[in-house]
């Protein structure tokens, strides 16, 4: 069955969500190209293929030694990465930062040298134990 935009705002409210706790929105080089990258991590393997299923992208697990968990992660590149963040931009809480990074490294006029101003920018936006502005640590 395929749903209306309208019928999807509660997956995309949820996925702004389970991306806000468990993922990241990042520039990575790859083949001396940058890029921009969607990632999110977590053991339950049904929350990432409804991801997948939403935006494209593919599932797949790193196994974990001992007792631990074995952890699925969802990635999604490119201009399906910023068909997601842009889904989920009016629902999100925590990655506005990132968002915002994403959305200009991908418009078409970004020069190389902006790009890697802004891959320094995203960088700044996701290292832990960062202060946000409302005095909480990221």
């Known amino acids: ?23 990241t929105i990042t520039l990575i080089r790859s ?34 030694s001992g007792k631990r968990k074995d952890i699925y992660y ?3 590149s490119g201009s ?9 931009e009016p629902y999100s809480c925590l990655k506005l930062g990132q968002i915002r990074v994403a959305k200009e490294f ?10 890697d101003v802004l891959k320094e920018a995203m960088l700044v936006l996701n290292k832990k134990g960062r202060e946000e502005p409302n005095g909480t640590t990221a």
């Open 1 to 23: 069955e395929v749903l209306s935009e309208e019928e999807l705002v509660p997956y995309y409210a949820w996925a702004a969500g389970f991306i806000d706790g468990e993922g």
């Open 31 to 64: 083949n001396g190209r940058l890029d921009l990258f969607l990632i999110v991590g977590n053991t339950a393997k049904e929350s990432l293929d409804r991801l997948s299923s939403l935006f494209g992208g593919s599932v797949f697990i790193s196994k974990r």
């Open 74 to 76: 969802w990635k999604v």
């Open 80 to 88: 399906r990465a910023l068909n997601a963040i842009e889904k989920v």
């Open 106 to 115: 991908m418009l078409p006029q970004t020069t190389i040298i902006a790009r």
